[in-house]
Nanobody, 124 residues
Framework: QVQLVESGGGSVQPGGSLRLSCEAS????????MGWFRQAAGKERELVAS??????????ADSVKGRFTISRDNANAKSTVYLQMNSLEPADTAVYYC???????????????WGQGTQVSVSS
């Protein structure tokens, strides 16, 4: 099975920046779309940004457009997705979760997996 390892959360002041990383080791699996979700206290989990298999296309929640950038690196038998977060606001405070869709190349079965979550806190 594919596992996702996240890193990069922390605490910053409003206007600051953070970069999140999420690494998936492929093995016999094909990592397809990847994305970042977040869940603030007392709220439902929401999609922040997603990126296609090749990294050629991305989508963003309206609340983060122009401030966050998702990117992806598929080199060295790993798929790593990044979320560069600039101009952070207190409303961005949440636990951020990485998500990946993948396919078993032997059985063609599809799966989805979540990272463990990383806390992002924005306050003055």
């Amino acid at each position: 099975q594919v596992q996702l390892v996240e890193s990069g959360g922390g605490s910053v002041q409003p206007g600051g920046s953070l970069r999140l990383s999420c690494e998936a080791s492929r093995g016999r699996f094909e990592i397809r779309g990847m994305g970042w979700f977040r869940q603030a206290a007392g709220k439902e989990r929401e999609l922040v940004a997603s990126i296609s298999t090749s990294g050629g296309s991305a989508t963003y929640a309206d609340s983060v457009k122009g401030r966050f950038t998702i990117s992806r690196d598929n080199a060295n038998a790993k798929s790593t997705v990044y979320l560069q977060m600039n101009s952070l606001e207190p409303a961005d405070t949440a636990v951020y979760y990485c998500n990946a869709d993948y396919k078993d190349s032997r059985t063609q079965d599809g799966f989805a997996v979540w990272g463990q979550g990383t806390q992002v806190s924005v306050s003055s």
